[in-house]
């Protein structure tokens, strides 16, 4: 862990209160194998540090969870599987390596679903799933990078990356990255954002919630 962000980071998060906490623990206690939570922060961005103090605050709360606070060029296992153009940025890794679950910005309000979701599809206890669905998920042979545009207030983000990290956790060929759009206005700008959620899967563009079948017809 970077020192200085060690130093500049508090243990402790105006997103987590004890409520959370207690609710959070409860569901952590499905958890059956570890998970790592990378995080690409810059000590001197307020986004950051809150990003910061939100994830110690979480990876307390058990053991199956590491945290690694990092800076750019730090490690290069997250330089390359994540977005460090844009910070803070944070991805889900196993014991091999990037599972394809990324987060752009602080998943608080309604995101901090899509995040303990996320946590629990990596670590948590395998899931029985529909085996037309799997074997459609199977078939899946390109590259297919999903970034979904978010505001943290919408009622209808919240599902849409959940159904992509899900999916991005099923396939090596799929990843999933949450985007707090109003913190990287270039991006809204690039990509001429009006509302949420966006979904961006490689240049096109997807507007309105989608579920995991929907996102999943738009995949090759």
């Not at 402790?12 to 922060?41: D, G, T």
């Not at 602080?106 to 799933?129: Q, T």
């Not at 899900?166 to 799929?174: F, G, H, R």
């Not at 270039?186 to 995991?212: C, F, N, T, W």
Request: proline content about 5%; some cysteine; aromatic content about 4%.
């Amino acid at each position: 862990m970077s020192q200085s962000l060690e130093a500049k980071i508090p243990s402790e998060s105006s997103l987590v209160n004890e409520e959370l906490k207690k609710n959070l623990k409860m569901i952590f206690e499905r958890l059956v194998r570890p998970v790592c939570l990378k995080a690409v922060l810059d000590p001197e961005q307020p986004a950051s540090v809150e990003m910061g103090s939100f994830l110690k605050a979480v990876a307390q709360l058990s053991p199956w969870i590491e945290l690694q606070l990092l800076e750019r060029g730090e490690d290069s296992e997250a330089d390359g599987a994540l977005d460090t153009e844009h910070l803070p940025s944070t991805g889900l890794f196993g014991e091999n390596g990037y599972l394809g679950a990324a987060f752009l910005g602080v998943p608080g309000g309604k995101e901090i679903n899509s995040f303990v979701v996320a946590i629990l599809n990596a670590a948590g206890p395998e899931k029985e799933l529909d085996q037309k669905l799997l074997k459609k998920i199977a078939k899946l042979k390109k590259k297919n990078v999903i970034r979904v545009f978010v505001s943290l207030s919408c009622h209808h983000c919240q599902s849409v990356v959940t159904a992509g990290q899900t999916l991005a956790l099923l396939s090596p060929n799929v990843e999933c990255t949450m985007v707090d759009a109003r913190l990287y206005p270039d991006l809204v700008e690039k990509y001429k954002l009006s509302r949420v959620p966006a979904i961006l899967i490689g240049e096109a563009m997807y507007m309105g919630e989608k579920s995991l079948e929907e996102l999943l017809a738009l995949l090759r």
